[in-house]
């Protein structure tokens, strides 16, 4: 089993930065694909981003393409999303998970998590 701890979420105005990191524990990370999902309020949840388990492969959401960056740093045990250029639309509980399958199943609409953390509350003000 792994655990998954969220942090980094907070209040920004549009236009600007966060980076959101995810600790992990319990296994050794780099079997695991990882994955930043969100939910915002009266919404589903949905695929944001995904990196493999060596990190030479990644996905994204379009509309994130070109603004969000998802990173690793398996030494440390740790994921991370760094978002740019954040729009109101991006406000949204983000929550990592982690998968021993392969990281492109991540972005599939079926696609069902391995594991999850308690999510971080990313807010974007107009």
């Known amino acids: 089993q792994v655990q998954l701890v969220e942090s980094g979420g907070g209040l920004v105005q549009a236009g600007g930065s966060l980076r959101l990191s995810c600790a992990a524990s319990?296994?050794?990370?780099?079997?695991?694909?990882m994955g930043w999902f969100r939910q915002a309020p009266g919404k589903e949840r949905e695929f944001v981003a995904a990196?493999?388990?060596?990190?030479?492969?990644?996905y994204y959401k379009d509309s994130v393409k070109g603004r969000f960056t998802i990173s690793r740093d398996n030494a440390k045990n740790t994921g991370y999303l760094q978002m740019n250029s954040l729009k109101p639309e991006d406000t949204a509980v983000y929550y990592c998970?982690?998968?021993?399958?392969?990281?492109?199943?991540?972005?599939?609409?079926?696609?069902?998590?391995?594991?999850w953390g308690q999510g971080t509350q990313v807010t974007v003000s107009s």
């Open positions: 998970a982690a998968d021993p399958r392969p990281a492109v199943q991540m972005k599939d609409s079926g696609y069902r998590a391995g594991y």
């Open positions: 319990g296994r050794t990370f780099s079997n695991y694909a």
């Open positions: 990196i493999s388990r060596s990190g030479e492969i990644t």
